[in-house]
């Protein structure tokens, strides 16, 4: 029997209760509280009586064929596995970004001359029926699109979506409920930086830990995060002698990773594969702090070079050393940079700038099917 759901309620949807990334977004859009929109998640959409729904976010691809075409849907891309079989366009054996066009000739070579995914062939079959799975069923259900950055966007007409069914909506964040200060004299003087993140070879911790060396010895580094890459970065941070500079605090609340934030007088973000947008960088930004990252994926969309951060190239130790150092010896360019970063945060990328977002699509996606039908 068909469970009947509220009247003209939006709901957020999933395959499963999310975690991660996702978790942290739809908890900020919960606590916002956008008009019309209910606070439960739901995982399947099997037995919901969907013409009872005013519209349907899709947040995982599983639940699309679900969808029946009794109301309106849109769907948020919030990675790129929709356009990439190995989840990452990240090439490891060249240690560069993947530029192709999904096919399954060229992410075949991919996951098995390039390793950009498993090499063991029953995974690479899985991985491409999956992508294309994906690709075809939303070309077919001819749903709006919305990417987290305009990056994205590139990378899905590139892969064959339609140009006018796409909305680039940078996501945001709240604003800290605690205080939170400008970098200090006595906080510059600590010589900290932080990297917050998923320890995971793309992630970029290798190439930070080699450039530490060629920064100065007073510089110590705070490592908020975890995953299975955990062991082997800390067996390197020993053979290259960091022991007494690195600090791992594996994963932090809220109120941990605040005073990691507090104490550090940059952060550091030196991801190597094209990350969607790099939520992060927002997050320091609330906190004052400058950014010194990678300039791939969607990152230097929330990154105003030389104002709020400075940008690298990947696995540019010495770019990345010479920046680091930088803010380390200039206390006034990375307190102006953190201002500046906090002003960019209020004027783009706070949760209010993209509820109000969404909104205005979730209004013309619900006229746009009203008149269609």
């Known amino acids: 029997m068909k469970e009947q759901l509220k009247q003209k309620t939006i709901y957020q949807c999933t395959h499963k209760v999310p975690n991660g990334g996702i978790k942290t977004y739809l908890s900020s859009l919960y606590?916002?509280?956008?008009?019309?929109?209910?606070?439960?998640?739901?995982?399947?959409l099997e037995n919901i009586e969907q013409s009872q729904c005013k519209l349907l976010?899709?947040?995982?691809?599983e639940i699309l064929e679900e969808i029946t075409g009794e109301c309106p849907v849109i769907y948020t891309i919030h990675g790129p596995g929709t356009f990439c079989p190995s989840l990452t366009q990240y090439l490891t054996a060249r240690k560069s970004c993947c530029d192709r066009k999904m096919s399954y000739l060229k992410c075949t070579w991919g996951h098995l001359v390039d390793n950009c995914g498993?090499?063991?062939p029953e995974n690479v079959v899985r991985d491409l029926k999956r992508a294309?799975?994906?690709?075809?069923?939303i070309n077919k259900l001819r749903i709006p699109l919305i990417a987290a950055s305009k990056y994205m966007h590139g990378q899905?007409?590139?892969?064959?979506?339609?140009a006018d069914r796409i909305t680039t909506l940078y996501f945001g964040i709240p604003i800290p409920k605690t205080d939170t200060e400008p970098l200090t004299r006595d906080t510059h003087r600590q010589q900290r930086i932080l990297f917050a993140g998923r320890i995971t070879p793309v992630k970029g911790l290798n190439w930070l830990?080699?450039?530490?060396?060629?920064?100065?010895?007073?510089i110590q580094l705070d490592i908020a995060g975890d995953d299975y890459d955990r062991s082997k970065m800390e067996k390197l941070s020993k053979q290259l002698g960091l022991s007494d500079r690195v600090t791992w605090h594996g994963w932090c609340n809220p109120e941990q990773l605040d005073e990691l934030y507090q104490q550090c007088f940059a952060?550091?973000?030196?991801?190597?594969?094209?990350?969607?947008a790099g939520m992060v960088t927002l997050e320091a930004y609330a906190h004052h702090r400058p950014v010194v990252a990678s300039s791939v994926g969607g990152i230097p969309e929330h990154i105003s070079n030389g104002q709020t951060g400075i940008l690298v190239p990947p696995h540019d130790s010495k770019r990345l050393a010479s920046a680091i150092n930088e803010l380390a010896t200039n206390y006034q360019k990375a307190r102006y940079?953190?201002?500046?970063?906090?002003?960019?945060?209020?004027e783009k990328f706070t949760i209010d700038f993209h509820a109000k977002g969404l909104q205005k699509i979730y209004e013309r996606t619900i006229e746009d099917f009203e008149t269609k039908n």
Not at 34 to 42: A, E, N, Q, W, Y
Not at 57 to 61: A, D, G, K
Not at 156 to 162: A, C, P, R, V
Not at 267 to 276: A, D, G, K, Q, T
Request: a negative charge; one cysteine or more.
């Open 118 to 120: 498993s090499r063991r």
């Open 132 to 137: 294309f799975w994906e690709k075809n069923l």
């Open 31 to 44: 606590d916002y509280q956008i008009d019309g929109v209910s606070d439960r998640i739901i995982t399947s």
């Open 267 to 276: 952060l550091i973000f030196p991801s190597v594969w094209p990350e969607p």
């Open 156 to 162: 899905l007409i590139k892969n064959g979506f339609s």
């Open 57 to 61: 976010h899709i947040h995982l691809p």
């Open 337 to 346: 940079m953190g201002e500046q970063g906090y002003s960019l945060l209020l």
């Open 209 to 218: 830990l080699e450039t530490l060396t060629q920064t100065d010895r007073c």
